[in-house]
DNA sequence: ACGTTTTGGGAAAACGTTAGCACACTTGTT
DNA sequence: AACAAGTGTGCTAACGTTTTCCCAAAACGT
């Protein structure tokens, strides 16, 4: 392996000279620089990140702390954020938190350990005080999907509230008459958002009752099984707003073995915008725009690192409406 | 922070006396131990990660380079790998390549730099030379669903004839007359070996003909267009073998298009096994546990680093038949 | 001609570990 | 009694950088 030492002496000039010049801190000579780079052309230097490191207290890597990584939504953020970092020069460390806080505690140990310069978190468990700790270690964070009101603590959102009424406001134009919804978990922030936009969208509709609300756990199999639910108890319903697209799947399946035919008898709309063309009809959905939010946030991210002023508050991030075959 | 150094200062001993401790290497008195053990406990020391692998030329970090996070089959690879490298105490470095040798070469060159401790990759791009030129550089690797043979490179598969000709045997069982294949690109190694099977399998039947077999991509879309090809020229098809997951949904799709009832009338088998729950009817497929598949890459990855004995040589794992609801 | 900046560069102290070496004290063996 | 092996410990030199300090020369203003 070759050292910054070899370099120097190689090009006549001590090594503070050459890291002065890698770094573009302090003076150097154009003689030098010279000199010094057409060393680094022979022997091939590369700077070793580790040394790097210990010296200078930055690491170049971030994590992304995500529930499951099989989670479909989560995968496209990934790419996002791994594409950001890489431009940016910063490596990107992948964590399964399982939302269980106990492995939570124990990656954010790790990764203090590791000095690791910032975390992009997605969690429905963390709390804010475990996050402002960090804050205070001087770990910069950025927090997707939950907005921390109140907490100097930067996150990216999409516009979940908005995004429901989008959806719901599309279904009546469509012409439906009775809309029923499935939830997420009510604990996770998105699912408990775009549930309140339905409520705040249809509680005044004449056709209205809470138990056009089903719980689907954000999971195709629970969206199958509220879609069979509600049909059970309202046969005359005839549009779905479903809190994300795998639920929205699911329920597409159930109405499917329904025998009803969509999106005739039936419309459904998701949320998110997660990429499911192995679903047909294709989903009509609320998009998120994932990559962007994933990119975003750790643009957010590596700019709190660069000690760039920031606001830390909530951003947010405008949804679109994705009309496709099932409305 | 807290070093090693307070530690030993609190617990009357050496730092080389920590470090041995903490270590286990060499030997510590009982009454040492019990002392530094508490003075860890009180200082709450963890040891810098960061320092330990500058000295001990280790990083306890591992990457993970797939082509594209995307591809549903990866986020598997990447959970699992990520479940059997935390369990270990190691740290998991996702890189994207988009079979892109250009940035495969700046992954790689930047991991060198970071001293990754091995790397475990999946790419239809990389030269058995250029994994060799890492092994050299006494970086161990695991190669994903690709073997090497001829070169000392270790490499998990699936058993990707063998589920071939299981998938087909299982159609010919199911009572397919005519059988035909949608296929991945030929350089990909999976995909390759899946035609293969197709034809060693079907080539002595008498309605075998070349044009029963069409390109996907590997992807829906590709699946989706391969299928509507087949059909035009052949409205007797009654079973389809495809290549992988992704173009089996993408030709249900135009099967479902064509009005064709699946699987009365035509019969479908998918390759891979992910996690498909949001397509129905859901597909037979042939499943090769990508979990276990990246739990033991990341396993002998792993065993590699610690230099216990390997042989280097493909590994190559079971597949099982999955009959489901397209057979 | 004389201060004061600006420019350029070297020596050496961190950064927090690990590991090789030396030394000392116990045991056990002949 | 002498010697080897085993046990316990501390010094200190790496590991490869960055980053103070500090010094010297050149450029500049008066």
């Given at each position: 392996m070759t050292t910054i030492r070899d370099v120097s002496k190689l090009a006549g000039v001590s090594v503070a000279t050459v890291s002065r010049l890698l770094n573009q801190s302090g003076y150097v000579s154009k003689e030098a620089e010279v000199a010094i780079m057409a060393a680094v052309k022979k022997l091939n230097y590369k700077p070793n990140t580790i040394a790097r490191s210990l010296a200078?207290?930055?690491?170049s890597a971030v994590a992304l702390m995500v529930?499951?990584?099989?989670?479909?939504?989560f995968p496209e953020l990934a790419r996002a954020a791994e594409d950001e970092a890489a431009a940016r020069g910063y490596t990107l460390v992948l964590c399964n938190t399982d939302n269980n806080p106990d492995k939570e505690k124990m990656y954010i140990e790790a990764l203090i350990n590791k000095q690791i310069d910032g975390i992009m978190i997605s969690s429905y468990t963390i709390s804010p005080g475990q996050i402002v700790a960090l804050q205070e270690r001087s770990i910069p964070i950025v927090a997707i999907d939950k907005p921390y009101d109140g907490y100097p603590i930067l996150s990216v959102t999409a516009a979940n509230r908005e995004g429901g009424k989008l959806a719901i406001r599309h279904l009546l134009e469509s012409g439906c008459q009775k809309i029923a919804h499935i939830c997420?978990?009510?604990?996770v922030h998105s699912a408990y958002e775009r549930a309140l936009a339905y409520e705040d969208s249809c509680?005044?509709?004449?056709?209205?009752?809470?138990?056009l609300t089903a719980f689907g756990g954000f999971s195709v199999a629970g969206g199958y099984k509220a879609m069979k639910e509600i049909y059970r108890m309202?046969?005359?319903?005839d549009g779905v707003f479903a809190g994300n697209d795998l639920m929205a799947a699911g329920a597409l399946k159930a109405i499917h073995e329904l025998g009803l035919?969509?999106?005739?008898k039936i419309k459904i709309i998701g949320f998110d915008?997660?990429?499911?063309?192995?679903?047909?009809?294709e989903l009509s959905t609320v998009s998120q725009q994932i990559y962007t939010l994933g990119k975003t946030a750790m643009d957010y991210l590596i700019r709190q690192i660069h000690d760039?002023?920031?606001?830390r508050k909530n951003y947010e991030l405008e949804v679109r409406l994705l009309p496709k075959s099932t409305t």
């Open positions: 200078g207290k930055k690491t529930p499951d990584i099989l989670n479909p939504f997420g978990p009510s604990h509680a005044g509709m004449p056709w209205y009752t809470p138990s309202h046969q005359d319903v035919s969509v999106p005739d915008g997660i990429v499911m063309d192995m679903v047909f009809p760039e002023p920031i606001e």
